[in-house]
């Protein structure tokens, strides 16, 4: 890989944490409702937005994504204006938070229902097969949770069975909310599924940004080429409660969770781009800076925007001149 595309990984890494950080401290200060927390999960969504080709493929993700949005080119202040619910939303300030949309980059607003974005994934694929559309796929994204539910291995048989341009990308950290995968599932690879719908599975390190990058790039250009679906599994952790509504020390314990960080992504790639000599500590630091001022700019000017009006309410609920029962 190129110095200048392990440079952009670390900068999408940082930029992702940063933000994170920052919605947990906004919550945290009673300026919004609501956050979810990717820390530990940077490198796998930095790795994958990197095989990502904008403008011609499409983005199906799921909760936790707002590495994959922003890797893929959705400006920080869109993310600002979903937290604060302003007007100037996609949704106009209805949607749920992390529920990012934008048509230009190929990015789809999930379905809050968990596995149900799967089979719309599929349906993407099919799209552009039905149109003979070479050169073009869908990444999808979803937890290990997922793989749970019934929607999940129905959108993976029927993918398989059609040859659908889709790459089922699992970042698997080894928690849905508070189930363990032991709960879950009798196998250690979700990977391992694969071969039971007649698709490629694989398993990376989800700590390792470049590992992720070339196992999503080799199944998004097969999939661009005829090739069919994939089954990728990233294997990292949550390292934050599931939101910030969740207390994680209910269900596991902090020792877990400090082991893991000794693993931490950032640190341990900063680390790697220093001793290769892309990246010096200087470097760095500057890098911090710069997306810290970017972010609190773009977070101050979204507090600023005007809120929806109260008479929007059940605007693009019904259609025509109906209207609720208030």
């Known amino acids: 890989m190129k110095a200048s595309e392990q440079r952009?990984?670390?900068?999408?890494?940082?930029?992702?944490?940063?933000?994170?950080?920052r919605a947990f401290q906004l919550n945290r200060q009673g300026r919004i409702p609501f956050a979810l927390g990717g820390e530990g999960h940077?490198?796998?969504?930095?790795?994958a937005s990197l095989a990502f080709?904008?403008?011609?493929?499409?983005?199906?993700?799921?909760?936790?994504d707002l590495g994959l949005a922003l890797g893929i080119g959705l400006p920080?202040?869109?993310?600002?204006?979903?937290?604060?619910?302003?007007?100037?939303?996609t949704s106009g300030g209805r949607q749920f938070p992390s529920h990012f949309s934008n048509k230009a980059l190929g990015l789809v607003s999930i379905s809050s229902i968990i596995a149900?974005?799967?089979?719309h994934a599929v349906g993407f694929g099919l799209a552009m097969q039905y149109r003979k559309e070479r050169g073009r796929a869908v990444l999808c994204s979803f937890g290990d949770g997922?793989?749970?539910q019934g929607e999940w291995h129905e959108a993976l048989n029927f993918a398989a069975v059609m040859q659908a341009p889709v790459v089922f990308f699992c970042q698997n950290?080894?928690?849905?909310?508070?189930?363990?995968?032991?709960?879950?599932?009798r196998i250690n690879d979700i990977a391992d599924r694969a071969i039971g719908y007649g698709m490629p599975g694989s398993t990376v390190d989800g700590f390792d940004p470049i590992a992720v990058y070339d196992a999503v790039h080799a199944a998004l250009e097969r999939a661009r080429n005829g090739g069919g679906p994939s089954l990728i599994e990233a294997?990292?952790?949550r390292f934050l409660p599931h939101t910030s509504d969740d207390d994680d020390r209910t269900y596991r314990q902090p020792e877990e969770v400090e082991t893991q960080r000794t693993r931490d992504p950032l640190p341990t790639f900063e680390r790697q781009l220093i001793e290769k000599q892309i990246y010096s500590t200087d470097e760095i630091a500057l890098l911090k800076a710069e997306l810290y001022e970017h972010i609190d700019q773009a977070l101050e000017e979204a507090a600023a925007l005007e809120n929806p009006s109260a008479d929007s309410l059940t605007t693009n609920v019904y259609a025509g001149t109906e209207k609720a029962w208030l």
């Open 8 to 21: 952009e990984l670390l900068r999408r890494m940082l930029l992702h944490r940063q933000i994170d950080t």
């Open 42 to 47: 940077e490198a796998a969504q930095a790795g």
């Open 53 to 64: 080709m904008r403008g011609q493929d499409v983005l199906v993700p799921y909760y936790r």
């Open 76 to 89: 920080v202040i869109d993310v600002f204006t979903s937290l604060f619910a302003k007007k100037a939303d």
């Open 116 to 119: 149900a974005h799967v089979a």
């Open 146 to 148: 997922a793989t749970s």
């Open 173 to 185: 950290n080894g928690w849905a909310i508070s189930v363990p995968q032991s709960k879950q599932m």
């Open 235 to 237: 294997k990292c952790y």
